[in-house]
């Protein structure tokens, strides 16, 4: 690695131990290469940009990094968990679940299939034809992330991904390997328990999906759940005392609470004004809260449930859940506010690091042999490209870990945005870097490492480095 920068090269030394030396070489080659790569992402791409020993052997071995080599994504993960948890102050650690659509086509790919498109499809607000629903094809991806906060603005924060599961359709699955995207986000939630210490404690936030009986009754009372509430909710009270010598069976819940819908139509109970710093500003709301059982959802699992109501009433009322009674409605709101992030999350890796870009996993008729009758549907060869998807998703959000790690350490915030102030002084409220930001102040690192190595280059190195800040608009 003698062309890769020094504050490069002990990152990826964290990552040694999981790879043979020869997929070390690959990871450091088409990682440099995936950071480096501007336009469209390919692998052909990421070997042309990237450095190391890697770049040069034949293409065919750096294909089969994703292929055929055997290290496993969840490995990575957990030192992955175990770089970001240091960064997290207190002993709370905010983990945060989602789903994403990462759009593929071609019948012959492994794991595609027909899954429902968030980004396309309306909430029929505003429209004469009501709530609208799209499909698409592709692959549907279930993340686990962590929530870590800025150096440079404790109050904001970006999702950090770190566990990763693949969602087959009931369709196009065979019956034993099945599991819904809840039972998937339950089992990685299991796994973060498993890996934190003893000293800190898990805080999930998810939406409406995974607010459901199928996580909540799975996960340990170890972690507390922040979630949205349907407004027709059945909320109940505690059971009452139970006298000595009674006999039967003990009742599970006592009576009926108001729902949320009920509990903010009822005037008899006043509601509460409070001004809120979510989505990293002050917000001015109205809540109503009670405790009491959500017990189709979480059993006997006492629970505090909010309602809440915009003063100006351009957003309807909602309801929220914790599975934390004592958690008080300002961190409650916090930590869902929290979920954002990995909505912002995904939007980066899609648009800046090319997650749907990369054309493997695919299977092709050999050569010489006659093509099948064309017929509707995904038509994947058995097992081919099945490794080559379950590593792809997993690298690319790896390195955009990666990036927001040397960032937090090496990057200089007020340096960026003052160049990106000077580029375009018409982003005037521009006050903090974007991950977009990060990105070219990691491509730049990269490339002043990569002129450095050129003995040829070192009388005009400071000349072309000077150009890079220009040069990186176009990327």
Known sequence: MSTVPSTFQALFLQFAPFFTFASFQNFVTLTTGWILCTGRHTISRAIQFGMGSARDKHHSALYRFFSRAVWIPEHLGR?????????????????????????????????????????????????????????????????????????????????????????????????????????LAAEMVRIVVSWLPKDKELRLAADSEYACQTLLSDVSEQVEFVGPMP???????????????????????????????????????????????????EVSVMVKTQVGLWYHVTGSRLVRMIVTRDPSG????????????????????????????????????????????????????????????????????????????????????????????????????????KRVRKAAPWYRHKQEPSFQDMLKAARLELWRGRISANPLLKRVGGKIAALFPLWLLTG
């Open 79 to 183: 030192r992955l968990f175990q770089l970001v948890l240091p960064l997290i102050p207190g002993n709370v650690v905010t983990a945060l679940i989602d789903d994403t659509l990462c759009h593929r086509s071609g019948p012959h790919l492994w794991g595609g299939g027909m899954h429902y498109d968030a980004a396309r499809s309306t909430y029929g607000r505003g429209t004469s034809a009501g709530r609208k629903m799209f499909f698409a094809f592709g692959h549907n991806w279930v993340i686990l992330s962590l929530w870590v906060p800025m150096p440079w603005n404790p109050r904001r924060g970006l999702a950090v991904p770190v566990l990763f599961r693949l969602y087959r359709s009931k369709k196009r699955c065979p019956a034993e390997d099945y599991k819904k995207r809840t039972e």
């Open 231 to 281: 407004m027709d909710a059945a909320f109940y009270a505690p059971p009452g005392l139970v006298q000595p010598g009674t006999r039967g069976r003990h009742p599970m819940k006592g009576k009926r609470l108001p729902s949320p819908q009920e509990l903010a139509n009822d005037e008899s109970v006043r509601w509460r004004h409070l001004t809120l710093p979510i989505y990293g500003r």
């Open 314 to 417: 351009r957003i309807e009322d909602r309801s929220y859940v914790s599975t934390n009674p004592h958690l008080p409605i300002e961190e409650i709101a916090q930590t869902f506010s929290r979920r954002w992030a990995q909505e912002v999350m995904h939007r980066d890796v899609k648009q800046s690091l090319g997650l749907e870009e990369p054309q493997n996993g695919w299977w092709r008729r050999p050569s010489g042999t006659r093509a099948r009758k064309k017929r509707p549907g995904p038509q994947p060869h058995a097992h081919r490209g099945e490794k080559a998807v379950r590593h792809m998703v997993p690298f690319i959000f790896l390195v955009y870990t990666l990036i927001v790690l040397w960032y937090f350490k090496h990057g200089s915030a007020q340096k960026d945005v």
